[in-house]
């Protein structure tokens, strides 16, 4: 199994910048697509970002240009830099990680954006 923390949620206003990791633990080998996904209250879950353990990267129209994904494959940690916060991009975000026929998340971390 692979355990998944996220780390790095926080309160803040329109227009700053916030870093989210995910730590990935366990059985760690193999681990293929990594990504970010999140919900906000009443809505459904959904994609932010998504990077492969060769680094492609794959971004939703909502955050193109203002997020980056990264990954430190020799630390099993994924990155999300988020700048030019919109208080829309206040939701739960949660890390996800693609291992064979299996998808591990982790807790969730709170990003609050306030106008």
């Known amino acids: 199994h692979v355990q998944l923390v996220e780390s790095g949620g926080f309160l803040l206003q329109a227009g700053g910048a916030l870093i989210l990791s995910c730590a990935a633990s366990g059985s760690t080998p193999r681990i293929a697509t990594m990504g970010w996904y999140r919900q906000a209250p009443g809505k459904q879950r959904e994609l932010v970002a998504t990077?492969?353990?060769?680094?492609?990267?794959n971004y939703a129209d909502s955050v193109k240009g203002r997020f980056t994904i990264s990954r430190d494959n020799a630390k099993n940690t994924v990155y999300l830099q988020m700048n030019s916060l919109k208080p829309e991009d206040t939701a739960v975000y949660y890390c996800n990680a693609v291992k064979g026929y299996r998808i591990y998340w982790g807790q969730g971390t709170q990003v609050t954006v306030s106008s």
């Open positions: 990077i492969s353990s060769g680094g492609s990267t």
